[in-house]
C-alpha cells in the first residue's frame, strides 16, 4: 500500500520553460521492495479552500463571476499532468515532481494563480499508475496498480509561482491576442509616437478609467 506526502515546492532552477519542483515523499506501507514505479500525477487547484480579498475577488471575477455567485461556481480546476518514474526503493523515497506553469490567461490555471498575490494555493494531488515488484510466486515481476484515490494535498505559497514567473518575465506577464489586434495596437502606437506597449495600453484604458459625469 504506497502513502504520499507533498513536503515542499521551489521555483525550478535552469529550466527553457515555468516550471514549479515539487518534492513528494512515496511511502510503501507493504514493506517488500519496489522495483520501479511509473506514477502519473494530476495537479488540481481547490479554490474553496481558502478566502479572498475584495481585490482577488475583483482580479478572479473572469473566472468566476461575482462573489455572490461562488458558492456554484467555485469549482476545481486541473492545473498539470505529469508523469514521472521512480527508482527502486524500499519502506521511503523523496523525489521531484517537476509540474510546468503557463503564464497564458486564457487557461484557466493560469488566471487563477495571476489573481493571487498572497496566501496559499490550496492544491491536491492525485496519484494513479503502476507499481512493479518482486513476483512471490517465482522469477518476474508482480504490477500492482496505483489506486485511484491515492491523495496528497498542499498548501503552495502565491509568491513561489510568483517568483517563478519572474524567472522568465520579470516584472511583467504574458497576454495571447489575435494577429490583426497586434496590428491594431501596433498602429495606435505608431500613430500616438508611445514608446512602449504599456503605454499604448495604459493610452487606450484612459476612456475605461474616467469616472461618469
Not at 463571476?65 to 527508482?87: C, F, H, I, M
Request: charged share 20%; proline share 8%; glycine share 6%.
Amino acid at each position: 500500500m504506497l502513502a504520499f506526502t507533498m513536503l515542499a515546492a521551489r521555483p525550478s532552477a535552469q529550466t527553457a520553460s515555468p516550471s514549479i519542483t515539487f518534492r513528494l515523499r512515496i511511502e510503501d506501507l507493504s514493506g517488500e521492495p519496489i522495483h520501479a514505479l511509473a506514477l502519473r500525477c494530476q495537479a488540481r487547484i481547490e479554490p474553496r479552500g481558502r478566502r479572498y480579498t475584495h481585490e482577488e475577488q475583483a482580479r478572479l471575477y473572469e473566472l468566476f463571476g461575482d462573489a455572490s455567485q461562488w458558492g456554484r461556481t467555485l469549482q476545481p480546476l486541473t492545473w498539470s499532468q505529469v508523469a514521472v518514474l521512480v527508482p527502486a526503493f524500499a519502506n521511503r523515497i523523496d523525489i521531484d515532481v517537476p509540474v510546468p506553469c503557463t503564464y497564458d490567461l486564457e487557461v484557466a490555471s493560469a488566471k487563477y494563480l495571476h489573481g493571487l498575490r498572497d496566501g496559499d494555493v490550496p492544491l491536491a494531488f492525485v496519484f494513479s499508475g503502476t507499481a512493479f515488484r518482486t513476483a512471490a510466486d517465482g522469477p518476474g515481476f508482480a504490477i500492482d496498480p496505483v489506486p485511484w484515490d491515492r491523495e496528497a494535498p498542499f498548501r503552495l505559497p502565491a509568491a513561489v509561482w510568483h517568483a517563478t514567473m519572474d524567472q522568465f518575465f520579470p516584472g511583467g506577464g504574458w497576454m495571447r491576442v489575435r494577429r490583426d489586434t497586434l496590428d491594431r495596437l501596433q498602429a495606435f502606437r505608431g500613430q500616438h509616437a508611445l514608446v512602449s506597449w504599456d503605454d499604448a495600453i495604459d493610452r487606450l484604458l484612459q476612456p475605461a478609467a474616467e469616472p461618469l459625469t
